[in-house]
């Protein structure tokens, strides 16, 4: 190994491509340890050296192997990044040049090339984009203008061209930090949303001229990753929103789809624009339907998750974060428009049965945004119960009684927004009861233990699985606050259905957890102690273990 260092270390001499490609070899190949941490040494000194950057375009086109190019391509990168402003100015625009020209040449071979060296091209786009950090757009005013001209000459070439814009994007406003500085970061900003006109015209000439799938989903990605900053006008005002709700029913590009409607769902705009984003809600409403029936049954999406393609769960998956995304930022303009009531119902219900899916990261995903939205029901409920007491002709004299699971009618009868609200979402906070009733989490578990004579308590912790039963255990004390009855009545059913021949150990569980979770949270008189003795019944009439004479599983 020490001859192939020297002759590969030697730069006074040509490049021997043939002997770089046995060391990758050896390498990635099977040898022995020994052989294959010498090729390592030999490969880092080479990729270290200062000229070894003025080798790759020999590399590159001499390289018969993927390894072999791509130790080339980083060591093009690790110059850009680390040493580019010290090179020269021609060798600056050399390096420019020669990369640029080497994606348009991979990018306009046959598509079946093409595609068998993505990870290639990936790796020389992501160069691109270090250089256009660098560069752009002091010193590389015409990039984006040429990029656009040339995407329309080869819908290969336009299909790299949204992988390099969607780069782009991700690599100023997702990655800058540590890497650029503030006055750049900001520069590159600027300059992106001055061209976006330019990024949006070529985005919606694909979409309305070319028929190709994978271009198609290429330049449905791109716009996802700048939908998140782009000025308004280009989403309401132009045609981007009808493109993509055409899109979103067509299996190919559902998921795409959906991820950029859930961008622009869950952006802030001023008041001017809540009618838009009603209408785009109402939109979006009637395409699903095409997809998923309305109202549909709780296990209808669960099976079908469970049953379903990885495109399939991904699309549940896609749809639970459009929902949770544009309801926490919207939902109130739509509880204020009576037309938008069904809508906003659908939209909720459905939302519903995917936090049923088994999937944690879904079930995590609707339980955040479940927990937002009933404590906002519950508060607004309560300023409106509390203002009726107050401002009712015994509240000065009377004894000022407050309580949480009382129905609260408003002042002289008239309902205020907290019982509307109540009111409007009766059926979702219904169902939402039994949701956390049926898939509460596991609380802490706590051991009893005997260590030398000495009575010990052990915990057991699970962190996801507390925090996940801590949101659920808040969610339903305030579900319950606001109506008992509902909350007693649905345990109460569950425990006879229990004891009526359907019984299993998971549904007692978290029966067991979800009454748990709420004792103490309620008035004496709110929380009968029947309900408790019936789980203890229950439990003990199933033959679970005892100790002494308590119920180990009822104990809580």
Not at 143 to 171: P, Q, R
Not at 284 to 289: A, C, G, I, R
Not at 490 to 508: C, E, I, P, V, Y
Request: net charge negative; hydrophobic share 40%.
């Amino acid at each position: 190994m020490a001859d192939v260092a020297s002759a590969l270390l030697d730069f006074s001499q040509p490049m021997n491509v043939e002997l770089l490609e046995t060391t990758v070899a050896v390498f990635y190949g099977p040898g022995t340890p020994e052989q294959r941490g010498a090729a390592e040494k030999v490969l880092k000194a080479f990729q270290e050296h200062p000229e070894a950057w003025t080798r790759v375009d020999v590399i590159l086109e001499k390289a018969k192997t993927q390894q072999t190019k791509y130790i080339a391509l980083q060591i093009l990168e690790s110059v850009i990044k680390f040493r580019w402003a010290a090179l020269p100015a021609e060798q600056r625009e050399g390096i420019k040049t020669y990369v640029s020209n080497l994606i348009i040449k991979y990018s306009t071979t046959s598509e079946q090339d093409y595609r068998s060296q993505m990870t290639f091209m990936n790796k020389l786009n992501l160069i691109l984009v270090q250089i256009l950090k660098q560069d752009w757009p002091a010193k590389w005013p015409n990039f984006i203008t040429d990029l656009v001209t040339a995407s329309k000459t080869n819908e290969t070439l336009c299909e790299n061209s949204m992988l390099i814009l969607k780069l782009l994007s991700e690599e100023v406003f997702d990655f800058s930090r540590g890497e650029l500085t503030q006055a750049k970061t900001r520069e590159l900003k600027q300059t992106l949303n001055t061209e976006f006109r330019s990024i949006h015209e070529l985005c919606m000439f694909v979409l309305g001229n070319t028929r190709k799938t994978e271009l198609i989903k290429a330049t449905l990605t791109a716009l996802a990753a700048y939908l998140s900053w782009i000025p308004p006008g280009y989403i309401f005002e132009g045609q981007l929103v009808q493109a993509l709700l055409a899109m979103f029913p067509q299996a190919p590009f559902r998921n795409v789809a959906l991820q950029c409607l859930t961008e622009i769902g869950q952006l802030q705009m001023p008041a001017e624009f809540d009618s838009h984003f009603a209408s785009f809600y109402r939109a979006f409403t009637t395409q699903l339907v095409q997809i998923l029936p309305p109202n549909p049954n709780v296990l209808f999406i669960q099976q079908a998750y469970e049953t379903g393609t990885d495109e399939q769960q991904v699309f549940v998956q896609n749809l639970g974060m459009f929902y949770t995304g544009f309801f926490k930022h919207h939902i109130q303009y739509l509880e204020t428009q009576p037309a938008e009531h069904e809508a906003l119902l659908l939209g909720l219900n459905n939302l519903v049965a995917i936090s049923y899916v088994s999937d944690r990261e879904v079930l995590k995903t609707c339980l955040d945004y479940w927990n937002v939205f009933v404590a906002d029901v519950y508060t607004t409920h309560c300023q409106t119960t509390l203002g009726a007491v107050i401002g009712s002709p015994g509240a000065a004299g009377g004894d000022g009684g407050f309580s949480f699971g009382s129905p609260g009618a408003a002042a002289n009868g008239v309902a205020g927004p907290g019982m509307a609200r109540k009111l409007l979402y009766i059926d979702i906070l219904k169902r939402l009861r039994a949701l956390m009733i049926n898939r509460m989490a596991k609380p802490e578990e706590v051991i009893i233990v005997e260590d030398e004579g000495q009575i010990i308590r052990e915990t057991m912790k699970d962190t996801d699985q507390l925090m996940q039963y801590r949101t659920m255990r808040e969610t339903l004390i305030y579900l319950s606050h606001l109506d008992y009855e509902d909350t007693e009545n649905q345990m109460l059913d569950k425990l006879r259905s229990q004891m009526g021949g359907t019984w299993s150990w998971q549904a007692l569980n978290t029966l067991c957890w979800a009454i748990g979770s709420i004792s103490g949270s309620m008035n004496v008189s709110e929380a009968p102690l029947s309900l408790q003795l019936h789980m203890a019944a229950c439990a003990c009439c199933k033959g679970c273990v005892r100790i002494d004479t308590t119920c180990a599983r009822c104990w809580w």
